[in-house]
């Protein structure tokens, strides 16, 4: 029993610094493997041909729209049980966890109807190329229809994080990303389905790990009882899961219109068109490997800040707060230097099939293109550490005020006129510049946004925890 009270509490009495690479390093060593797989699936897609390449990148703002479903329902049960589970309020935190569950199961309800009835027009918005329209719908069909497993996945996995076992995650997600690298070349080429089995692999991975997350929650997490017997959903719960989760889902929403109709800008204004859409692509799949450890400090720190916030210890909020932006900005700095010095050999990657006058095209897009986006990668880690504080206590709107002025507001209006400009001149490079100038614009919404938040909330939290940090 006792050992059981000082893994409960922790989060309130480990010193910052350790208990911030403690939550933290697990997620980041997974989520590390899952952009890794990533990177992996679309190597060997891009093996198939260059259009089913284009086809998968197109697919990613609904792939990624359905992942945002995922996390962020999830980041509103994450919050919301390590902020009972620090006020000493264990059935409360069951409680949440069992909604968030039914929560999940609602939105795979969800894009289980998109994959159905959804893909065809999303893709022939995008381009008129017939194959790689069909490509798209049948990678879809299977990565939405049978997308049961990433919901259940990232669910169980921060029901996990918010009792302090993060280590478990980095076990179920590197598990399901090694099954999904193990079966995307025996799908793909050894039995012949092509992006289809590219697809098939990914929803497996989702499943394995699924299934670990699950068994892990029932034997290793003690603080929370999952017994689904007489339950019933509980709107109140649901609510202040939705407050914390929903602005994170549009955030991410924003995210996935602003690359869709990106896709759309570089298609109709530049002369690239359908290569520069690759670039565009590859650019995500490479940028992921980049951004996921931070979105894993970040994972690691909202519980951490809730708790606290939850016992009042504003010491410790404030220490978690400037480790995790510290940590995010240094990952940062080295995700510039590699785009800056490998661009060729981090596209070459995607292009080891490809004809000679195929590989000429893209790295002659892709180096510029790849140079200038990274400018805005620090800048990116800052607002990000602000995104931590919003959603950890409870303030994701003005995450998705600054996610929405970056990516929709500021970033597609300077793309278009960039590209329009580019178009007339000759210079396709001028639409990437338009990524700093819209994260330059995130980080002053953001500042405005977490000084009004440390004024409103955190001033006001006690300081009990100032010797114990």
Same mark, same amino acid.
């Given at each position: 029993?006792?050992?059981?009270?000082?893994?409960?509490?922790?989060?309130?009495?480990?010193?910052?610094?350790?208990?911030?690479?403690?939550?933290?390093?697990?997620?980041?060593?997974?989520?590390?493997? /899952?952009?890794?797989?990533?990177?992996?699936?679309?190597?060997?897609?891009?093996?198939?041909?260059?259009?089913?390449?284009?086809?998968?990148?197109?697919?990613?703002?609904?792939? @990624?729209?359905?992942?945002?479903?995922?996390?962020?329902?999830?980041?509103?049960?994450?919050?919301?049980?390590?902020?009972? =589970?620090?006020?000493?309020?264990?059935?409360?935190?069951?409680?949440?966890?069992?909604?968030?569950?039914?929560?999940?199961?609602?939105?795979?309800?969800?894009?289980?109807?998109?994959?159905?009835?959804?893909?065809?027009?999303?893709?022939?918005?995008?381009?008129?190329?017939?194959?790689?329209?069909?490509?798209?719908?049948?990678?879809?069909?299977? *990565?939405? +229809? =049978?997308?049961?497993?990433?919901?259940?996945?990232?669910?169980?996995?921060?029901?996990?994080?918010?009792? +302090?076992?993060?280590?478990?995650?980095?076990?179920?997600? +590197? *598990?399901?990303?090694?099954?999904?690298?193990?079966?995307?070349?025996?799908?793909?080429?050894?039995?012949?389905?092509?992006?289809?089995?590219?697809?098939?692999? %990914?929803?497996?991975?989702?499943?394995?790990?699924?299934?670990?997350?699950?068994?892990?929650?029932?034997?290793?997490?003690?603080? =929370?009882?999952?017994?689904?017997?007489?339950?019933?959903?509980?709107?109140?719960?649901?609510?202040?899961?939705?407050?914390?989760?929903?602005?994170?889902?549009?955030?991410?929403?924003?995210?996935?219109?602003?690359?869709?109709?990106?896709?759309?800008? =570089?298609? @109709?204004?530049?002369?690239?068109?359908?290569? %520069?859409?690759?670039?565009?692509?590859?650019?995500?799949?490479?940028?992921?490997?980049?951004?996921?450890?931070?979105?894993?400090? @970040?994972?690691?720190?909202?519980?951490?800040?809730?708790?606290?916030? +939850?016992?009042?210890?504003?010491?410790?909020?404030? /220490?978690?707060?400037?480790?995790?932006? *510290?940590?995010?900005?240094?990952?940062?700095?080295?995700?510039?230097?590699?785009?800056?010095?490998?661009?060729?050999?981090?596209?070459?990657?995607?292009?080891?099939?490809?004809?000679?006058?195929?590989?000429?095209?893209?790295?002659?897009?892709?180096?510029?293109?790849?140079?200038?986006?990274?400018?805005?990668?620090?800048?990116?880690?800052?607002?990000?550490?602000?995104?931590?504080?919003?959603?950890?206590?409870?303030?994701?709107?003005?995450?998705?005020?600054?996610?929405?002025?970056?990516?929709?507001?500021?970033?597609?209006?300077?793309?278009?006129?960039?590209?329009?400009?580019?178009?007339?001149?000759?210079?396709? @490079?001028?639409?990437?510049?338009?990524?700093?100038?819209?994260?330059?614009?995130?980080?002053?919404?953001?500042?405005?946004?977490?000084?009004? *938040?440390?004024?409103?909330?955190?001033?006001?939290?006690?300081?009990?925890?100032?010797?114990?940090?």
């Amino acid at each position: 029993m006792e050992n059981q009270n000082i893994q409960e509490n922790k989060m309130g009495v480990m010193p910052v610094g350790r208990l911030v690479v403690t939550m933290s390093l697990p997620i980041v060593i997974s989520m590390l493997v /899952q952009a890794l797989y990533n990177i992996v699936d679309s190597m060997f897609v891009s093996m198939i041909s260059q259009e089913a390449l284009n086809a998968v990148s197109l697919a990613f703002p609904a792939q @990624n729209l359905m992942i945002g479903f995922a996390t962020g329902s999830a980041v509103g049960v994450n919050a919301l049980v390590s902020r009972a =589970l620090g006020a000493q309020d264990p059935k409360h935190a069951n409680r949440v966890a069992l909604n968030g569950v039914f929560i999940a199961l609602c939105c795979y309800v969800l894009f289980l109807l998109f994959a159905i009835f959804g893909a065809r027009p999303f893709f022939a918005m995008q381009t008129t190329n017939e194959t790689i329209v069909t490509y798209g719908c049948d990678y879809l069909l299977v *990565v939405c +229809g =049978l997308s049961f497993g990433i919901f259940g996945e990232v669910m169980f996995e921060r029901l996990l994080t918010s009792t +302090g076992r993060t280590i478990y995650t980095m076990i179920s997600q +590197g *598990v399901g990303a090694i099954f999904n690298i193990i079966f995307d070349p025996i799908f793909i080429f050894v039995f012949k389905m092509g992006v289809t089995g590219a697809a098939l692999a %990914t929803v497996l991975g989702q499943i394995v790990a699924c299934c670990i997350a699950i068994t892990f929650n029932l034997k290793k997490n003690p603080e =929370l009882k999952l017994r689904f017997s007489g339950f019933k959903p509980e709107l109140d719960i649901i609510k202040g899961i939705c407050a914390i989760g929903v602005p994170s889902i549009v955030m991410v929403a924003v995210g996935s219109i602003m690359t869709f109709l990106f896709n759309i800008i =570089l298609f @109709n204004y530049t002369s690239g068109g359908t290569y %520069t859409q690759n670039v565009f692509g590859v650019y995500f799949k490479l940028n992921s490997f980049i951004f996921m450890p931070i979105f894993g400090v @970040n994972n690691g720190v909202v519980p951490i800040i809730a708790y606290n916030y +939850g016992a009042q210890k504003r010491a410790r909020m404030m /220490q978690a707060i400037k480790i995790g932006m *510290v940590i995010a900005a240094c990952l940062m700095a080295l995700g510039t230097l590699i785009f800056l010095i490998f661009p060729g050999q981090l596209l070459g990657i995607f292009i080891q099939n490809a004809s000679p006058e195929e590989v000429q095209t893209m790295l002659s897009i892709g180096k510029p293109a790849l140079r200038i986006i990274c400018s805005h990668f620090i800048i990116a880690s800052v607002v990000i550490s602000f995104n931590t504080v919003f959603q950890a206590l409870g303030k994701s709107i003005y995450a998705t005020i600054t996610a929405t002025c970056r990516q929709l507001v500021i970033l597609i209006p300077v793309a278009y006129l960039l590209a329009r400009l580019g178009q007339s001149v000759g210079n396709d @490079n001028l639409v990437w510049i338009s990524f700093p100038i819209a994260e330059t614009s995130a980080l002053i919404v953001g500042l405005i946004c977490f000084r009004k *938040v440390y004024k409103d909330i955190i001033s006001k939290v006690g300081d009990e925890g100032l010797q114990a940090a």
